[in-house]
Every structure is written in structure tokens, then in C-alpha cells.
């Protein structure tokens, strides 16, 4: 792989519950300047038009705040930090976040989007669609905005993965120089979120991107597990 290319997905209308996310992903990327897709394209897919094809918006009280706290609650598993109003948790898909991935941005005033019951299953879903519909094989990543420990600002990561690797492990082999690699473990389902949030940015209205020329390695069978270190691995909890 010596070049990428990414673009944003023009034209994907407001998702309801009552649509099928896959066929309008698929019918918009049929054709310029949108498509055609080829195979081992990836579609990066954000979070929020997920949750809203998937019925996962919730109502709040939008005089309050505050009022999507007992929601955080209730979709943590545990709560792994407070300060203040701020709430880290971790949530039933490993994930540890702030606020259990509840978001408020971009969504109609008087609800919270709450993230997929099952990521992996909806990158799935998109994937054997557009495959039925169009004809060709792709790597699907949904993607959420989350913080990072040590570093300040947001980043887009994967939360859900189809048919193309979370963590690609150079463990064993040289590097440049031809030394034996010990512990380099490529998180490239995330590199390629934040990669796709370039061309999507936070307030454009593009909920999807394709990127194009990932390494055809990359491309198997997977699931975001991969990128959730475990708790026994993790020295900060």
C-alpha cells in the first residue's frame, strides 16, 4: 500500500428508524461522484446514523441538561471514574468511555442517541447488503468520536468492524532495519475512522466515507474485541 484515498459520501438523506441503512448506502455509492465501489473499499460508517436506523434515540428532558446522566447509568456496566458532571464508564461492548457513548450532538433537540447493541452485527448488516446489492466485497467500520488517555482533543475510533481487520500484528517480524518487532500491534480499523473523520468532519452532514487502497491484507474475517484490551492486560484500571 503506497496511497490512500478518501472521500466523503454526498446525499445520505436523514436516517429514520424505518429505513434500511445498508440499501441507501449501497443505492448512493451506485454512482458518481459517489461510487461505483470496488472491492476492498472500505465504508466508514458513523455512529450516530447507526443508532438512528437501529431505533437506539431516546427521549430527555431538553429543558435539563443533565438529564441523559441516569441513561449513562443505565448503559455502563461500570463506572470506571467521576469528576464533576463527567462520567467515565465502561460499557457492555468493553468500550471505556465518557458518558457510556451517549451523544447529544447532531441529534434533534430532546434526545440521545445510544450506541448499537451490537456493532459488529450492524457493520455486518451494511456489509452483506451493499455485497447483495451491488455486487462487490467490503470493509465496513463504524465510528464514534472518543477521547484518549494522555492526549488532549477527540478522535473518531471504530466501535464495529466487518470484514476488515481491528488490529493487525506486526509481532514477529523485521522492521525497516530488519530488527524483530516485539510488541507492535497496528490498530488499523481506528486509523482508518480517524483517517475517514477528515473528510466527514463533526457538522458537514456526511455520515459516511469510503477510503480506498488499504493493504488487501487487511481484509478478513474480525471483530471489534480486537481492539478492547482486557482488563487483566490494563494497567490503569
Given at each position: 500500500?503506497?496511497?490512500?484515498?478518501i472521500?466523503?459520501?454526498?446525499?445520505?438523506?436523514?436516517?429514520?428508524?424505518?429505513?434500511?441503512?445498508?440499501?441507501?448506502?449501497?443505492?448512493?455509492?451506485?454512482?458518481?461522484?459517489?461510487?461505483?465501489?470496488?472491492?476492498?473499499?472500505?465504508?466508514?460508517?458513523?455512529?450516530?446514523?447507526?443508532?438512528?436506523?437501529?431505533?437506539?434515540?431516546?427521549?430527555?428532558?431538553a429543558?435539563?441538561?443533565?438529564?441523559?446522566?441516569q441513561?449513562?447509568?443505565?448503559?455502563?456496566?461500570?463506572?470506571v471514574?467521576?469528576?464533576?458532571?463527567?462520567?467515565?464508564?465502561?460499557?457492555k461492548?468493553?468500550?471505556?468511555?465518557?458518558n457510556?457513548?451517549?451523544d447529544?450532538?447532531?441529534?434533534?433537540?430532546?434526545?440521545?442517541?445510544?450506541?448499537?447493541?451490537?456493532?459488529?452485527?450492524?457493520?455486518?448488516?451494511?456489509?452483506?447488503?451493499?455485497?447483495?446489492?451491488?455486487?462487490?466485497?467490503?470493509?465496513?467500520?463504524?465510528?464514534?468520536?472518543?477521547?484518549?488517555?494522555?492526549?488532549?482533543?477527540?478522535?473518531?475510533?471504530?466501535?464495529?468492524?466487518?470484514?476488515?481487520?481491528?488490529?493487525?500484528?506486526?509481532?514477529?517480524?523485521?522492521?525497516?532495519?530488519?530488527?524483530?518487532?516485539?510488541?507492535?500491534?497496528?490498530?488499523?480499523?481506528?486509523?482508518?475512522a480517524?483517517?475517514?473523520?477528515?473528510?466527514?468532519?463533526?457538522?458537514?452532514?456526511?455520515?459516511?466515507?469510503?477510503?480506498?487502497?488499504?493493504?488487501?491484507?487487511?481484509?478478513?474475517?474480525?471483530?471489534?474485541?480486537?481492539?478492547?484490551?482486557?482488563?487483566?492486560?490494563?494497567?490503569?484500571?
Amino acid at each position: 500500500m503506497s496511497r490512500l484515498t478518501i472521500w466523503g459520501v454526498e446525499g445520505i438523506p436523514e436516517i429514520t428508524s424505518q429505513d434500511q441503512l445498508g440499501e441507501i448506502i449501497a443505492d448512493t455509492c451506485r454512482h458518481e461522484p459517489n461510487g461505483p465501489l470496488i472491492d476492498d473499499d472500505v465504508l466508514v460508517v458513523t455512529q450516530k446514523i447507526v443508532s438512528k436506523a437501529e431505533g437506539r434515540l431516546v427521549p430527555i428532558d431538553a429543558s435539563d441538561p443533565l438529564s441523559h446522566k441516569q441513561l449513562v447509568e443505565q448503559e455502563a456496566v461500570r463506572i470506571v471514574r467521576r469528576r464533576g458532571d463527567l462520567i467515565i464508564t465502561e460499557t457492555k461492548h468493553g468500550f471505556v468511555c465518557a458518558n457510556s457513548g451517549i451523544d447529544l450532538s447532531n441529534i434533534e433537540r430532546g434526545y440521545a442517541a445510544l450506541l448499537p447493541i451490537d456493532s459488529d452485527k450492524s457493520a455486518r448488516r451494511i456489509r452483506d447488503i451493499v455485497r447483495a446489492k451491488i455486487g462487490v466485497s467490503v470493509g465496513v467500520v463504524i465510528s464514534d468520536t472518543f477521547g484518549r488517555p494522555w492526549r488532549k482533543g477527540l478522535t473518531d475510533v471504530a466501535i464495529g468492524i466487518a470484514g476488515i481487520a481491528g488490529v493487525v500484528d506486526l509481532r514477529g517480524t523485521p522492521d525497516s532495519l530488519g530488527r524483530i518487532m516485539q510488541v507492535t500491534e497496528v490498530a488499523v480499523a481506528d486509523e482508518l475512522a480517524s483517517a475517514a473523520e477528515l473528510v466527514m468532519g463533526k457538522s458537514s452532514g456526511i455520515p459516511v466515507a469510503v477510503i480506498r487502497g488499504a493493504d488487501k491484507q487487511w481484509f478478513r474475517d474480525s471483530r471489534i474485541g480486537e481492539l478492547v484490551r482486557p482488563p487483566q492486560e490494563d494497567l490503569f484500571r
